[in-house]
């Protein structure tokens, strides 16, 4: 069946860096692009980034540009989200996303939702 | 573009109609989705391109709306429902609204 598993997740001390891994499977990985939305606690929703099936395009939300990259290799169907100089309000629960159908993600919405893991920034 | 929900809290009984707001601040067309969060999982979608039903979705849940206005609702309310609502804009570009909270009354 399709999966996403996330992990990496972590307490981090303010200013230091995480890397959260995307594990999928079911699925044609190679050929969809993929989202990071992340939900601080309590809150609501917010869209983190998004990396085109062959890597060839990302795009960032404006609280995380420039500190987060989003990455992926389709040789190991997984997918990747590099987080730098981190701050309190990084602390969120990070879930990966695939879009509705393959190709590019524009004009998708979100059809497959992993469990997510938490990243909380503290010192 | 933003997305504004509303109510943010709504409180309902079993078999209520219910119904959910989404405002967007300028036109999205049609490109809206309605996400189902329960506590501790992930969010479920329930409703694609403003009014198509994903597949599975019991249809007591429909959508509708153009441009900068958009509602979904529930028929008859159930008690697998009481969970909060999301609505999500994505036309090459991505933002949610602020969520609504379906509570028992």
């Known amino acids: 069946q399709v999966q996403l598993v996330e992990s990496g997740g972590g307490v981090v001390q303010p200013g230091r860096s995480l890397r959260l891994s995307c594990a999928a499977s079911?699925?044609?990985?190679?050929?969809?692009?993929m989202h990071w939305v992340r939900q601080a606690p309590g809150k609501g929703l917010e869209w983190v980034a998004v990396?085109?099936?062959?890597?060839?395009?990302?795009y960032y939300g404006d609280s995380v540009k420039g500190r987060f990259t989003i990455s992926r290799d389709n040789s190991k169907n997984t997918l990747y989200l590099q987080m730098n100089s981190l701050r309190a309000e990084d602390t969120a629960i990070y879930y990966c996303?695939?879009?509705?159908?393959?190709?590019?993600?524009?004009?998708?919405?979100?059809?497959?939702w992993g469990q997510g893991t938490t990243v909380t920034v503290s010192s | 573009i933003q997305m504004t929900q509303s109510p943010s809290t709504l409180s309902a009984s079993v078999g209520d109609r219910v119904t959910i707001t989404c405002r967007a601040s300028?036109?999205?067309?049609?490109?809206l989705a309605w996400y189902q969060q329960k506590p501790g999982k992930a969010p479920k979608l329930l409703i694609y391109?403003?009014?198509s039903l994903e597949s599975g979705v019991p249809s007591r849940f429909s959508g509708s709306g153009f441009g900068t206005e958009f509602t979904l609702t529930i028929s008859s309310l159930q008690p697998d429902d009481f969970a909060t609502y999301y609505c999500?804009?994505?036309?090459?570009?991505?933002?949610f609204g602020q969520g609504t909270k379906v509570a028992i009354k």
């Open positions: 996303a695939r879009p509705s159908d393959s190709g590019d993600p524009f004009y998708y919405s979100m059809d497959v």
């Open positions: 079911g699925f044609i990985f190679s050929t969809y692009g």
């Open positions: 990396i085109w099936y062959d890597g060839s395009n990302e």
């Open positions: 300028q036109s999205i067309s049609g490109w």
């Open positions: 391109k403003a009014s």
């Open positions: 999500q804009r994505y036309n090459s570009y991505w933002t």
